[in-house]
């Protein structure tokens, strides 16, 4: 038997549907992660604008700010021609401060929206195939801890003559039932052998 550490089946059967459904889970997660960076980066073009706005109506506020400065110190009319400058200073700061806002807004806003497009999909088949993993995890490292011992491969053999078909159960003797009470332990390792296969087991 492989290692009890290990989440995989050893039955060739087993193993192969395990490994296409991590390859299924593996491809789904990636394709709705890529619609979540892609919806991600849509918004975010969002925010790219309000920084724009925010970094241009900032640079056209300092540069009103400095011409009213500058003629503020103009004989007779300084104060006249300043006013003005500065007042539209003013409201290009207003116009940075929206700009900044959409931006702050808009970047939020993308990362909710990518989240909120991949999340759902990926945990509707992520959920289910890890509750499956981690199900079938720990029936195989019962079933290996059972059949390390005899009296534990007497269980499992008397489970497998509860749940094994019973053309199975008569390809280990012709008498299942009366071998596992006589002890017969050729028939009890069969038996053991037939319930450790149905937990996607094979014993060397």
Do not use: C
């Amino acid at each position: 038997m492989s290692s009890r550490y290990v989440p995989y089946a050893t039955t060739p059967g087993r193993l192969l549907a395990q490994l296409i459904s991590d390859v299924v889970v593996v491809l789904w997660s990636t394709v709705w992660v890529f619609v979540g960076l892609a919806v991600h980066s849509a918004v975010n073009t969002i925010a790219e604008v309000g920084r724009q706005v925010n970094d241009g109506a900032t640079g056209v506020s300092d540069n009103l700010n400095s011409a009213g400065d500058s003629t503020a110190d103009f004989p007779l009319v300084g104060d006249a021609l300043s006013k003005p400058l500065r007042a539209a200073s003013r409201a290009a700061l207003d116009i940075a401060g929206a700009g900044a806002s959409l931006d702050s807004t808009a970047s939020w806003l993308a990362i909710v929206l990518g989240l909120a497009v991949a999340a759902p999909p990926i945990l509707f088949v992520v959920l289910p195939w890890l509750v499956l993993r981690i199900r079938f995890f720990r029936r195989k490292w019962t079933a290996i801890t059972l059949a390390a011992t005899p009296a534990g491969e007497q269980l499992l053999a008397l489970r497998a003559l509860a749940n094994r078909p019973l053309a199975k159960l008569a390809s280990v003797s012709i008498d299942p039932v009366g071998a596992w009470r006589r002890d017969d332990a050729i028939a009890v390792r069969g038996l053991a052998n037939l319930e450790l296969r149905s937990s996607g087991i094979r014993r060397k």
